[in-house]
């Protein structure tokens, strides 16, 4: 499986204006051949190769490599357009929205990111530099660091293609490398995990993963940054831009301990993970007006990719079941109705009278759910039997 691993570059002033020149070129050939795209409703990645190679490679010096990666970041880049504008992230057709983004072609920022593949960036290990192509020639010796555990991977494990990075005045590799997944285990059962709001998630033995903490870190970086907007100063813009994606920081490190436990958890009880599949939550479901910054900020999209990798490396199962009606129907018999729901954290049954934790109770659902759609995949002529205790 692949993984992406960030290392920090330390140019000197002369390699960092050449990165500097080399990624605005690129980005700009990027903005150009977005416009012809649009101009000639080309938009696969060999067809326009045609029509644009030549030109960006002579007016902007790029070199083959190079030209062929942002021709083709740009054909990514009107996929993953035409891919939102079907799903209606840009409004219902004839939006006037949607009709700005359908007409307006696609540009890209001076410091986006750019591809390198291993003819344009070569890595020495040893000596921790790497020698990475420029428009100005290659630049030789840019030392490069990072934790222990990203030294080791760059260095000991297959490097694919890398990103050049430009971020707060900081320059990154984004490399991508090959790690050797896990056998994988025939489950004995599975762990549903139910993910929410007030407690990011729950778990079917009963452990829940309380939001309210990171929910009270958010309102207060929400606070300190209006203080800090509305008080306008160079010391106030200079703070601002010191705490700049901080808070992002913070939610992503707080995913992956979550995510780390839960499939630990499953490892050592050798059962798999079942999670709700939640694609697409933002636009089914109806919120008030005070829910809609905190949906819109939950990172479970983020989550629920770090439960993918992290149970692959350790060769534990994974499936995402349907979470329609988990939160409604009672895990003992059976019985679904709004009204078992009497709030948020409480699960009354009204036909079995059984009491429990309204998130617990979904993820036992959950886990139900994972045992029966293993067994619709893996065993489809095995006679249907449960493996996962029920309480």
């Known amino acids: 499986m692949k993984l992406v691993v960030q290392v920090k570059l330390l140019p000197t002033s002369e390699q960092a204006s050449a990165l500097t020149a080399t990624l605005r070129a690129c980005n700009e050939a990027a903005s150009d051949v977005a416009r012809m795209a649009r101009d000639i409703d080309c938009y696969r990645n060999y067809d326009l190769r045609r029509h644009a190679y030549h030109g960006i490679r002579t007016d902007y010096r790029l070199g083959a490599q190079a030209a062929q990666h942002v021709i083709k970041k740009v054909a990514d880049a009107y996929t993953t357009l035409h891919a939102n504008i079907t799903a209606g992230n840009y409004g219902k057709p004839g939006s006037q929205r949607r009709r700005r983004v359908e007409a307006t072609p696609v540009r890209f920022r001076w410091d986006a990111a750019q591809p390198y593949d291993a003819r344009m960036l070569s890595w020495q290990s040893d000596s921790r530099t790497v020698s990475i192509w420029t428009i100005d020639g290659r630049c030789k010796g840019v030392a490069y660091t990072g934790s222990p555990e990203q030294l080791k991977a760059v260095a000991e494990l297959p490097v694919g293609e890398s990103d050049l990075v430009h971020r707060d005045g900081t320059w990154f590799l984004c490399a991508t490398v090959e790690v050797a997944e896990a056998d994988p285990v025939d489950p004995q059962g599975f762990l549903g995990v139910d993910l929410g709001v007030v407690n990011i998630a729950t778990d079917s033995d009963g452990r829940v993963y309380a939001g309210e903490k990171l929910s009270r870190y958010r309102r207060r970086q929400l606070r300190l940054r209006a203080r800090l907007q ?11 831009a010191r705490r700049k994606r901080k808070e992002a920081r913070h939610a992503t490190d707080t995913n992956h301990v979550i995510s780390k436990s839960i499939v630990a958890e499953a490892a050592r009880t050798s059962r798999g993970v079942a999670v709700e599949q939640l694609t697409g939550i933002r636009q089914r479901v109806r919120l008030r007006k005070p829910q809609r910054a905190a949906v819109h900020s939950w990172a479970f999209a983020q989550l629920g990719s770090f439960l993918t990798y992290k149970a692959r ?28 729901r009497p709030d948020q954290a409480t699960f009354i049954c009204r036909s079995c009278g059984v009491v429990a934790h309204a998130d617990r109770n979904a993820a036992v659902n959950i886990a139900q759910r994972g045992v029966d759609g293993w067994g619709a995949v893996n065993r489809p002529h095995a006679a249907p039997r449960c493996t996962q205790q029920r309480g």
């Open 230 to 240: 509305a008080k306008g100063t160079k010391s106030a813009r200079r703070l601002l």
């Open 313 to 340: 490396r350790a060769g534990v199962a994974l499936v995402q079941v349907d979470p329609a009606y988990t939160s409604q129907t009672c895990a003992q018999c059976g019985h679904r109705d709004k009204r078992n």
